[in-house]
């Protein structure tokens, strides 16, 4: 599995990233197997892995954590071309503002 919180996985631990231009932000040693892929990195394969198995339902938290901002940015367009219905929590400034026209839920504690 990539990572430890993968269910969409079909790869073993050691095999190569399989989103390398996404996960590794085009380092050329992108063919390394996901264990040695940093924390961050296996994060993000995740959720490369979750947005690539096309769900119908997306619940994400702070997704941007550990994402920079041009791929945040990316994943912000990708949740607006999906079909999914999708919950976002989210700190992001720049996310609420991109998301802005999406029905909200203000929660309180």
């Known amino acids: 599995m990539c990572g430890h919180r993968c269910a969409t996985a079909s790869f073993e631990d050691r095999s190569p990233c399989p989103f390398p231009g996404w996960v590794c932000s085009g380092r050329p040693n992108c063919a390394r197997p996901v264990w040695e892929l940093s924390m961050g990195q296996q994060r993000r394969l995740d959720l490369a892995m979750v947005l ?43 996310m609420q503002q991109d998301l802005a026209p999406w029905p909200r839920s203000d929660l309180d504690r």
């Open 52 to 94: 690539a198995a096309r769900p119908h339902v997306l619940l994400l938290d702070e997704p941007t954590n550990h994402l920079s901002i041009a791929l945040g940015d990316e994943l912000t367009d990708a949740l607006a071309a999906t079909d999914a219905a999708v919950v976002v929590a989210t700190h992001d400034r720049q």
